[in-house]
């Protein structure tokens, strides 16, 4: 038992070490941004004070809770640290939730905003900044989050439950989980935008609505479709959504406007649809899928295996 307890507190030890040490360039990072951004664009009034407020968010705030969290590890206060963290780790979130506005804000700028772009070139020159520009250093805070999530599981697990800061880490590092997943939640959101704006202009026309609230982006890809009456095999692109699923054709190749488009054939709601391997089960080669909707039976084929289960579990899970 005396063993195991040593050997927890050597790593502990070690942990506490690089939290600190980190924190100290995470603060040193900040303050860069912090000095010769935020405060001197304040003074000068190079940018509006809404477009600062946007392009930096709640940064300067970071900044000065990491410096209490920072003497506080210095000192060796490790449970007061992580209590006054917790009650700041919310500016994480709202700071993930502005930094699309900030990046879009930011490109903004520096094409309207002759003074502004000079002004950044300038400061970026700085020997501090070792070459780094200011794109690089905004996402820090995000990444930090993820970090301190490691710090305070490494801590948990080398402390013993009988320990006095055992409940502070606990809590702690509930509290980072919750922010952690917050944010996730964040980027993921957005990435769906994204994928969802991408096919709304990847099909013709406006006629189909891709973007809509609540709609989630699965997956997309090359299915043939077997038709009824022993006619050809009908190659479709198809995109597969939490709630619909959409056939396409590829535009005209030499079309002038929509070479690289989609003109969208029907649009089946998943709600009423249910999904069948049809062969596909054995090791034979590629497979085939029915798709039954109330009016329309959906034949769809890939001499590709794994594509075929793949689209299987996808759409399984889609409609479920």
């Not at 002004?119 to 805070?141: A, H, V, W």
Request: glycine share 4%; aromatic share 10%; hydrophobic share 35%.
């Amino acid at each position: 038992v005396e063993e195991q307890r040593a050997r927890w507190g050597r790593k502990r030890s070690r942990t506490a070490k690089e939290l600190l040490e980190s924190e100290h360039q995470y603060l040193g990072q900040l303050d860069l941004v912090v000095t010769f951004f935020v405060t001197i664009l304040k003074a000068k009034g190079t940018l509006k004070p809404s477009m600062l407020e946007t392009i930096f968010g709640p940064l300067e705030s970071i900044y000065l809770a990491s410096q209490v969290f920072s003497r506080h590890l210095e000192r060796g206060n490790l449970g007061l640290g992580l209590e006054n963290l917790c009650q700041k780790l919310e500016l994480y979130g709202h700071y993930s939730e502005n930094l699309e506005r900030a990046d879009k804000t930011l490109k903004e700028q520096l094409k309207k905003n002759k003074s502004f772009r000079r002004f950044k070139k300038l400061q970026e020159s700085r020997p501090q900044f070792q070459g780094r520009k200011l794109e690089d250093i905004l996402p820090l805070p995000l990444q930090r989050l993820h970090q301190y999530k490691h710090f305070l599981r490494d801590l948990l697990e080398n402390t013993s439950p009988d320990d006095m800061e055992y409940q502070k880490l606990a809590k702690a590092l509930k509290c980072v989980s919750e922010v952690s997943r917050w944010v996730q939640d964040v980027i993921r959101n957005r990435e769906n935008s994204l994928q969802l704006l991408r096919v709304q202009k990847l099909l013709k026309g406006q006629k189909t609505k891709v973007l809509a609230p609540g709609r989630w982006y699965i997956r997309e890809g090359w299915l043939s479709v077997v038709p009824s009456k022993g006619e050809e095999l009908k190659h479709r692109m198809f995109f597969l959504f939490s709630d619909i699923f959409i056939a396409t054709r590829p535009c005209h190749p030499l079309h002038l406007l929509n070479s690289n488009k989609f003109t969208c054939q029907a649009v089946y709601p998943l709600h009423e649809c249910t999904v069948d391997k049809v062969f596909g089960h054995t090791q034979s080669q590629g497979g085939l899928l029915s798709l039954s909707f109330p009016h329309k039976t959906l034949l769809l084929m890939s001499s590709d295996q794994q594509d075929i289960n793949d689209w299987y579990q996808s759409l399984k899970a889609a409609i479920r």
